[in-house]
């Protein structure tokens, strides 16, 4: 493991290509299986011609747009819920499609269910990589935050706990002029810091 804020060695690079490299290609034959599913049973039942390939590429990319929103949500700090469900939702009406094309046994419901679920674990693989990545950020952007502002924060965030209250993060990035996520993080440390 690098040392914060040092470039990772040779070796972590090339883990992290390969990585992701595999992750694409996982990504890429999960969401071309389950599109072709999706497409036969839109066609087969009722959506014949562009309505079926609207069907197929809607599902696809409302799995894809929701797992970038959760990525968007988390780097901003902001609920989740929604996206997630979006996600959850489109994956499940994928694997139903999957399903329904399937043989019907317990073997060919795992095989069908497969494209689907190795899709959501990517995702899943994908997000705990963001926060990681965004995690070890974090720390790196907190010690590069001006120390008028960090101090700022500090002042902030003593006088409200001597009236009595815990402010929160939007506070602290108003009383210094600093990003709402560097306050975040410094208030998310000072407040880790008054309970512990």
Known sequence: MTALGSRPAYGERLEGVVQ???MLVIGTAAGAASFTHVHDVAAGHGQPGWLAWADAVTLELMSIASGLEIRRRHRMGRPVWFASTVLVCAVALSLAAQV????????????A???ALGFLAMVKLALARTVAVAESAESIAVQDEPETKVEAMRRAFAAAVEEGRTPDHRELALAAGADISHARRVHRRLAAAQSG
């Open 113 to 115: 269910a497969l494209p």
């Open 20 to 22: 992701v490299a595999i």
């Open 100 to 111: 329904v094309e399937a043989e019907p046994s317990v073997i060919g419901w795992l095989a």
